[in-house]
């Protein structure tokens, strides 16, 4: 009788710590999931710089911080997790920069030309939009230096009219691999265009330049000028200064697109 009850006090224990294990692991998967999500999450506000915000948007972002991981804590699921890092990072990634300022004007399309004109968005863009800014997010750090600028490879990004992100590579690096995610080779690096950009910028009153752009549809440089007499002279300043490349020069005067030879 005492063997029988050992046998079954035997059994119920295992039985019992098979149950417990089984409940306390998924708890702590979960839980560690969790954990993850969050640090991940602080992560990346952190790598967008308090300095690159004014005081009450950086306060913003620490309230959509603290309120994703509320969310992230009370999550039952690991997909509930991802939704809700997802929607910080996505919340995060609207608040205005201070040096955003600044690329506006660079990034400017312009309207009058037809360089690239606007993608019309598809039924799916507001379905990808978001988990394609995370993707994306984590592959930009693999273009981006210790000291914050861009890899030499990295040749722009654009988001096309299914809400997806389109990274331009000089070469086929693919850091992070993604359904949300289209990497494009294309001939010049971001950093390249952006030297034409500072190049003319301040020699802008020179060569009657109004407006400079980056186009990272057609990874090219958008260069509105004045007047049509100063084209040789632009020109052979960018040959002058290396920044001259065929097929990479979008000059406009007023609506007419002039291609240099
Ligand atoms: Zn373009």
Known sequence: M?????IFCVMFLLLFSIIGLAACNNGDEL???KTQAIESLEAYAKSKGQDNYTAENWETIKTIVENGKTTINTAE???AVDTAKAEAMTAIMTIDEVTKKEKDVMYTLLESSNCCPPFEQSSSYWDNIAPSAVAYEEAIIYFTTA???YTDDFGGVFVD???????????????????YLIYKQVENS?????SIFVGLESESQQFSVWQVSVCEVCNGVIICLESES?????????????LFKKGTLNIFVGENQIVPN
């Open 77 to 79: 699921s690991k997909e």
């Open 2 to 6: 005492l063997k029988k009850l050992t």
């Open 147 to 149: 000291t914050g600028e």
């Open 161 to 179: 009219e299914n809400g997806l992100h389109n990274i331009c590579v000089v070469g086929n690096r693919k850091p992070v691999i993604s359904d």
């Open 31 to 33: 839980a560690d999931y």
């Open 230 to 242: 100063k084209i040789p002279l632009l020109i052979e300043y960018l040959k002058t200064n290396s």
């Open 190 to 194: 971001f950093n390249f265009l952006k």
